[in-house]
Antibody, heavy 119, light 106 residues
Framework: QVTLKESGPGILQPSQTLSLTCTFS??????????VGWIRQPSGKGLEWLAN???????YYNPSLKNRLTISKDTSNNQAFLKITNVDTADTATYYC???????????WGQGVMVTVSS | DIQMTQSPSFLSASVGERVTLSCKAS??????LDWYQQKLGEAPKLLIY???NLHTGIPSRFSGSGSGTDYTLTISSLQPEDVATYFC????????FGSGTKLEIK
């Protein structure tokens, strides 16, 4: 059974760095072809794919946010991480992590974690 | 960036009705098109990948088709539990979502 769960700070101030953790079970990020992606959704709005990390530690970023994003993983503890630097109110959103397996970009998703950027 | 345009943005239909949702890409996406269903307060759920492949556990009333820039999601017989917002996602290049179609029961 594949599960993912996101965790984060809840609220942070403009210019700070947002650190998110995705803790998963039911698959391994050391398995060939597996990956984890991060996606966000401002309240009542659409979805934006942020970053992907693969079993071989390949990393890919949304071109419009690339300079602010860092994705990483801890394979032994079944976790993936995303950092976003220099946040502002536009980064307020629900952040999701999702499994990537073969041709299925997001076949399982976490429940999401709400992040608010406010002074 | 490949832009994805979904239509209509809102759809109201009756139970049992056949429903078709559309997604148009700004350039050829080579059938790298997925459909997601998002119910209120929940995470998106994968329905269809690569245009017409049903994800595990998805009812057969859902189907997808298309090629080039134009893609459709069809629900053959609308059920009350299908009330949701439906998003398309292209992954021919960096993944981008459409803005969604909100589906309600008439």
């Amino acid at each position: 059974q594949v599960t993912l769960k996101e965790s984060g700070p809840g609220i942070l101030q403009p210019s700070q760095t947002l650190s998110l953790t995705c803790t998963f079970s039911g698959f391994s990020l050391s398995t060939y072809g597996m990956g984890v992606g991060w996606i966000r959704q401002p309240s009542g709005k659409g979805l934006e794919w942020l970053a992907n990390i693969w079993w071989d530690d390949d990393k890919y970023y949304n071109p419009s946010l690339k300079n602010r994003l860092t994705i990483s993983k801890d394979t032994s503890n079944n976790q993936a991480f995303l950092k976003i630097t220099n946040v502002d109110t536009a980064d307020t959103a629900t952040y999701y992590c999702a499994r990537i397996a073969a041709e299925q970009l997001g076949d399982y998703w976490g429940q999401g974690v709400m992040v608010t950027v406010s002074s | 960036d490949i832009q994805m345009t979904q239509s209509p943005s809102f759809l109201s239909a009756s139970v049992g009705e056949r429903v078709t949702l559309s997604c148009k890409a700004s350039q050829n996406i080579n059938k790298y098109l997925d459909w997601y269903q998002q119910k209120l307060g929940e995470a998106p759920k994968l329905l269809i990948y690569n245009t017409n492949n049903l994800h595990t556990g998805i009812p057969s009333r859902f189907s997808g088709s298309g090629s080039g820039t134009d893609y459709t999601l069809t629900i053959s017989s609308l059920q009350p539990e299908d009330v949701a917002t439906y998003f398309c996602l292209q992954r021919n290049s960096w993944p981008t979502f459409g803005s969604g179609t909100k589906l309600e029961i008439k």
